[in-house]
């Protein structure tokens, strides 16, 4: 018989591993030794390192930055989106592209809703490689291409991974959406064909974000969908969030486009109220 199938051994061995530190755990309180200038550490709000398969999701407040890490190189951040007080509005992929003129997302780049508001803001991209055309792995091809997608298996899919993410927060499958995918990138080609960009890249890249709005954030660390590697890639992402103003009417980021002037409109009329 197992030392822990006594209810007291088991209490026990419960609280040992209490001092136990691993890299992929949130930290709590939140600690950052390399916070950006001017920030000060009272401002943290989040600090943890998605492991390899793994996910997160976090309501975060409008103004709020949010850094993204892929510390080794091989991190995929596949995210959705929600408008933290109203969860039926969320991230629209399609209307991100299509508002914008552009399937390419980078620095100064707007996350839409699908009611033309702006849910988040790309500030800085030390990457380049995004992708919005592909949204993430299910369990059937996790299945095929691994031979195992479960949730519980040793290869999850970014699909359930999201789905989890998303009902810490009382949402269900039916609310799960096309997701944008960070670090890994896709190149449509002269043809219509996809040609995908999942590196390895050199460690350390980072995407900074703003949250234009209350939000809540759920990423999937899983290989992207389009990986031709045989083997399960993925490494972990790290994700430090502060607190911050909203954008003024003087931001370099709003009045990029007029496209993003209304959306920035749109936004501001929400919360007029």
């Not at 592209?97 to 988040?120: F, I, P």
């Amino acid at each position: 018989m197992s030392g822990t199938a006594d209810p007291k051994a088991a209490r026990e061995h419960a609280r040992a591993q209490g001092g136990t530190r691993v890299e992929t755990m949130p930290i709590l309180p939140p600690v950052a030794s390399d916070l950006p200038d001017g920030i000060a550490a009272a401002d943290l709000v989040w600090e943890e390192t998605v492991a390899p398969g793994g996910y997160t999701s976090r309501r975060l407040a409008r103004g709020t930055r949010l850094r993204l890490i892929d510390k080794a190189g091989d991190a995929c951040a596949s995210l959705n989106i929600f408008n933290a007080e109203m969860p039926t509005e969320r991230l629209n992929v399609a209307d991100t592209v299509k508002v914008q003129w552009n399937a390419y997302l980078g620095e100064g780049k707007l996350l839409l809703s699908d009611m033309g508001r702006v849910l988040m803001s790309i500030l800085a991209d030390g990457a380049g490689t995004h992708d919005t055309f592909c949204g993430v792995s299910n369990a059937g091809g996790n299945l095929r291409k691994y031979g195992e997608g479960r949730n519980s298996g040793a290869y999850p899919n970014g699909r359930d991974r999201l789905i989890l993410g998303a009902a810490k927060h009382g949402l269900t499958r039916r609310d799960v959406h096309p997701a944008v995918n960070l670090f890994k990138g896709t190149r449509i080609e002269a043809d219509g064909g996809i040609t995908p960009l999942v590196g390895p890249f050199e460690p350390g890249r980072e995407v900074l974000l703003r949250a234009e709005m209350d939000v809540i954030v759920v990423i999937a660390n899983c290989p992207h969908v389009l990986d031709p590697r045989p083997e399960y890639a993925s490494t972990p992402l790290r994700l430090t969030a502060w607190r911050g103003p909203i954008a003024t009417d003087e931001d370099p980021v709003r009045n990029a486009t007029p496209e993003g002037q209304r959306a920035f409109l749109n936004t501001e009329d929400y919360y007029r109220r």
